[in-house]
């Protein structure tokens, strides 16, 4: 069933009995706002605001103060063993810290690519629903690409994750423990150091997170996470074991989980022993351009990244390729990306997926360049990325003459434009594939 006549902004409720089981595939076009109604997870210390935690641990029978030790320990130690935190008495100890820090992620497989430098783990969450992050190394800096949602309501043709449908909405400490998880596996050195070379410094380079280069992806970037050790320089990505970057770009449209999301943002940029300390710079938050949640973002004052998928420039196009154009319009959603840049002063990156002989002609490209640019200078960044093919599907990438023609026709209307990197292609671990092979 559609929930078209709910708000997109996820605060709608399903009916009694609804989502059950598992997602249901949409019809061609179908939207979904509202997530089926699960059994909630268990309540995390993510979840919780200082005061909650406090009483989540005077309801334990615990002085409140304990729960700010255990928030040291998961925000700044990265610790979740009871064995490690001496600080707290024996006696409760371990039913304190399984109250607070209750598992809400299990791995059921880890993928590696790219010599050991990106890694993707499938997650069974408590009722079984599954979702995917995937862990990169980049010359300058460690990204974890996260999921807001099992599965989306937003359809995306081209996209696995969109023809599955919505299973559910994720918690806030649901997607704050795939940040943790992936900090604490770099701690444990999970993750493989990459060759320092000129070829390093190459593609893999440009973007991976729908950041330009001063958008949540530069050396600048993330300089207030410490997520487990190192900081400061720009390469402490070599052999590094922080998380510098998180980006919302893995199953779910997280503007239409607006609560968790920005929950999520919060304890990860919140300093410690309240939440990560990150920087708000090291993190993106993309949108298929559900507007009225980027105004609610813009007001929110965590100046994130904002990665606007829009992958045409041209409703007719849209509508098919990006359901939810029917409901905002090219211009509607390109008005809030403008404002959002007003509000934040963080330059905005325009996702743009090319798909052959679909939305790669000039005319498309000029009429990109012709609408960021009616709207200023310097506010905005293209990335256009080679379509990641999923099995079975009649999308597939530009040629690449055609997508460096693109680009080119972009950058003449003096929109900077760069081609984004597909790292992880190899383990479905790409935008728009997270669903593609569980
Ligand atoms: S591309 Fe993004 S918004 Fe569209 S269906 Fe896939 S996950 Fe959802």
Redesign the pocket.
Known sequence: MSGDSAAPDGTGVAPDGAGGGDAVRPRPGQLTFVAPRRRKPPTHLADLDPAGRTAAAEALGQKGFRARQVAVHYFEHLTVTPEEMTDLPKAGRADLVAALLPTLLTPVRTLTADGGATVKTLWRLHDGALVESVLMRYPRRITVCISS?AG?????P??????AGLTRNLSTAEIVEQVAYAARTLRAGGLADIERTDAGLGLAEMEDSGGGPDSGGGPDSGGGADLGGETGEADAAYGGTRVTNVVF?????ALANYAAAIGAIRRLTDPSPEGFGMSARGLTM???GLVPAIDRLAAEGIPVTLAL?LHAPDDDLRDTL?P?NTRWRVDEALDAARRYFEATGRRVSIEY?LIRDINDQSWRADLLGEKLAARGRGWVHVNPIPLNPTPGSRWTASRAGVAQQFVERVRAHGIPTTVRDTRGREIDGA??Q?AAAT
């Open positions: 949602q989306c309501g937003m359809n995306c081209f996209c696995a994750t969109g023809q770009m893995g199953m779910g449209e993309s949108t298929v998928s990006v939810i997926a935008c728009g997270l």
